[in-house]
């Protein structure tokens, strides 16, 4: 990692609170939060609002965690994806569809309202804009709130992703790096068979 590793020893009083709540909410301080603790406050926000996209807006599981993978994949972080892998495929998302999106694929969903969720958050990731037919449809099929709240977790995934790239936060030295195209933090070329 770029910066200093901050344990409870060389936390301010306030670093420390927050380790606490971090620890207690999601099993220990690691990752990203070593970044945001050197800001305090916006430590604060950023976890609240992560919480809040993860486990408590109006994404089920699975669309909060393919947004996560869409977002990682987008950003080239290598550290998120591989953290909720398993969590993805918990949710329900198959290895075919997460290969797909490591190897930059359209993956094929069963359902027509899984490939419009991969759409629309597709279409906002890579043009930056919702096309109206799109919108219409998720819309229709989805209501307003899941398409705030998923906008939310995009933001939120598209954040964190910045975070562990610019910060290089260390990647998980047991698993396998996911993407063909990055190996440490730095893009490559492709291997071909």
Not at 121 to 144: P, R, W, Y
Request: aromatic share 10%.
């Amino acid at each position: 990692m770029r910066l200093e590793t901050l344990t409870p020893e060389n936390m301010t009083e306030r670093q420390r609170e927050l380790s606490d709540r971090i620890t207690a909410r999601r099993g220990k301080t690691r990752g990203p939060f070593l970044v945001w603790l050197n800001s305090p406050d916006l430590c604060d926000k950023v976890e609240a609002l992560g919480a809040f996209v993860r486990f408590e807006s109006a994404l089920p599981p699975r669309y909060s965690e393919l947004a996560l993978l869409l977002a990682s994949r987008n950003f080239d972080a290598q550290y998120s994806w591989n953290a909720h892998m398993k969590n993805a495929i918990e949710a329900g998302l198959t290895e075919e569809i997460i290969a797909d999106i490591a190897n930059h694929r359209v993956p094929t969903f069963a359902t027509d309202e899984d490939q419009l969720f991969y759409t629309f958050c597709m279409e906002i990731l890579k043009n930056h804009f919702v096309s109206d037919e799109t919108f219409a449809k998720a819309q229709a099929a989805f209501g307003s709130q899941l398409l705030v709240d998923t906008i939310g977790a995009l933001g939120n995934f598209t954040m964190l992703s910045m975070c562990l790239n610019t910060f290089q936060v260390d990647l998980q030295p047991d698993r396998e790096p996911p993407f063909p195209d990055v190996r440490g933090y730095a893009k490559i070329e492709p291997q071909t068979v």
